[in-house]
């Protein structure tokens, strides 16, 4: 019997995984269930689901890995209703194969379903965060930014149909050095405005966007702030520019489509007697803190770190290593289960430190998880396009989805795992065809729509009665389905994971195989039946490929 309840799919290889493990056990192998690794195969030929138990456990027997998967395949109870036949290849894989009735049974609960099918209860309520982009509010989001953006966006959607409990955030860094610096930009260009010779410092930010922000402030108040005392003038420009700054980043995020539940401000660590000062005190209680050269230094070695990290500078600043620490205290105190940061490539070294403090402060070991997202390089025509960010000539967010879209800037972004460095070739993220991977499965989602109307428009309506799924027997409907049934798994995988550039491929995976059984199949036909079984098989896809698309911030057009 297949179950009816939300996280049914992800209990098949719970189902599989049992079945195994009872087996070995009943072989007298000695194995941890959670070792038992099903994994799905890349070609539809070698089955729906793989493990690799005997290879893992004939050593302990002495026995060859074939005749072990032959004598742990003796031992399983096979239901026909779920799986059809168990096979084994070399050198001791055991390929499991669903069975046709449930693999059509499946095309019922997607239709039944809809965006709720993959739902599931992993997560079991708890209280997650994702923190992600946090870029500095001292100039527009660029290209790095942009990608964790999408990642980060992409995660909060899968771990809350995951079944968490998740807040996202984005932490403003509107505190230290280069926030004084960003005052001190604008003052010059201020300055420049009112037609003063007046030289850019040599370390300012000297992108355009500060001129159009220095415009913005009134001369008579600029006037003014430049006649208070050089700390106490930087200052007015620094909030003013930190205001303009920050709407325009909240602008730009809630126009790529990604919002934050809360914007948590660094300044608020900094308040007298705040979680700076009380971070710094639970790390000299529990012996962490030493003096050399006139600063603090935490003993971070301790926990792995290549080496001691600087806490308080020799005159008596806090670093931003502990307003960074004191921040994960107050995530600690807010009671989140576990918490997800994700860092550009140049926050590399805070991996190690923060975990360190974390810990410090009683975080469990996996409390905090730390994914770092790569570098982006734009292609064009074959070419890499440069930047250069001190030169203020790089290509923002904002430049970036004007020219190539907002469902293909997203996209893109998520077709390379997290860790790796990325070509984003805007050549192909601007052609309307088939080559342009987002294309290809947009193009898929709005021809099923497009199947939908036309079926309507000749009168064939989707079936009350579904029994009509059983006429589904045909290679390219199969295929399709074994791939649509994956898409529990997926979500799960990409949780455990943190990779939802599984998405990506899958949905290509998908538009290809519905491509396939589009032109072998003919929907609607002379064959009412059949025409309603193959409806819904092409509603069921269009369901996973709208929600995958969903997951990943991206739209699932019903014209193209």
């Known amino acids: 019997m297949v179950k009816e309840a939300g996280r049914e799919d992800v209990g098949v290889r719970e189902r599989v995984r049992e079945a195994l493990f009872k087996s070995a056990r009943e072989l007298g192998l000695e194995i941890e269930r959670s070792r038992i690794h099903l994994e799905r195969p890349k070609e539809l030929s070698n089955g729906d689901l793989s493990s690799n138990i005997a290879l893992l456990t004939a050593g302990l027997i002495k026995s060859n890995p074939l005749k072990l998967a032959e004598r742990i395949v003796e031992n399983i109870p096979i239901d026909p209703d779920f799986i059809e036949k168990v096979e084994i290849a070399a050198p001791g894989f055991i390929n499991f194969y669903f069975s046709v009735k449930y693999l059509r049974d499946q095309v019922l609960k997607i239709n039944r379903l809809k965006g709720s099918y993959g739902d599931m209860d992993l997560g079991k309520g708890k209280k997650i965060q994702i923190e992600f982009v946090s870029a500095n509010p001292t100039g527009p989001l660029v290209l790095v930014s942009a990608r964790s953006a999408a990642v980060g966006n992409a995660l909060v959607n899968l771990y809350k149909k995951a079944g968490f409990n998740v807040e996202s955030e984005y932490y403003l860094n509107d505190a230290g050095k280069q926030v004084h610096k960003l005052g001190i930009s604008l003052m010059a260009r201020f300055r420049q405005s009112l037609g003063e010779s007046y030289n850019f410092p040599d370390d300012g930010y000297p992108g355009e966007y500060l001129i159009g922000i220095a415009r913005q402030i009134p001369e008579d108040k600029g006037r003014e702030w430049l006649g208070l005392e050089s700390d106490v003038g930087v200052v007015k420009f620094v909030d003013f520019a930190l205001e303009r700054m920050v709407e325009s980043i909240k602008k730009d995020l809630e126009s790529f489509g990604v919002s934050f539940d809360l914007f948590f401000k660094e300044s608020a660590l900094h308040r007298s007697n705040g979680e700076i000062d ?99 390089r734009l292609i064009e025509d074959g070419k890499e396009i440069s930047m250069s960010k001190r030169a203020g000539e790089y290509i923002t967010l904002n430049d970036l989805v004007s020219d190539v879209g907002l469902d293909a800037t997203k996209f893109f972004f998520l077709m390379r795992k997290n860790s790796a460095h990325m070509d984003f070739d805007l050549s192909l993220a601007r052609k309307k065809s088939d080559e342009n991977p987002v294309y290809y499965v947009q193009y898929a989602h709005a021809r099923i729509s497009s199947v939908i109307s036309f079926a309507k428009e000749n009168n064939v309506e989707f079936p009350d009665n579904w029994d009509c799924v059983e006429l589904l027997e045909e290679q390219e409907e199969m295929d399709l389905i074994r791939k649509l049934v994956v898409f529990p798994q997926l979500v799960e995988g990409s949780v455990l994971m943190n990779d939802p550039n599984r998405l990506t491929t899958y949905t290509r995976e998908i538009a290809s195989y519905f491509h396939s059984f589009y032109h072998i199949c003919r929907i609607i036909s002379n064959d009412s039946h059949l025409s309603q079984a193959r409806l819904l098989l092409a509603e069921a896809t269009r369901i996973v490929l709208a929600e995958s698309l969903r997951l990943i911030g991206v739209s699932a057009p019903l014209k193209m």
């Open 278 to 376: 009380q971070a710094l005190e639970i790390m000299k209680e529990k012996g962490k803190i030493y003096e050399n050269d006139d600063a603090l230094w935490f003993r971070s070695s301790d926990f792995g770190d290549e080496k001691d990290r600087v806490v308080v500078r020799s005159d008596e600043s806090p670093t931003y290593f502990l307003a960074d620490a004191a921040y994960h205290l107050n995530k600690l105190r807010r009671g989140y289960d576990r918490v997800i940061d994700i860092f550009g490539p140049d926050h590399h070294g805070h991996v190690q430190r923060l975990k360190a403090a974390s810990a410090v402060f009683g975080g469990s070991k996996d409390w905090l998880e730390i994914i770092t997202v790569q570098w982006v």
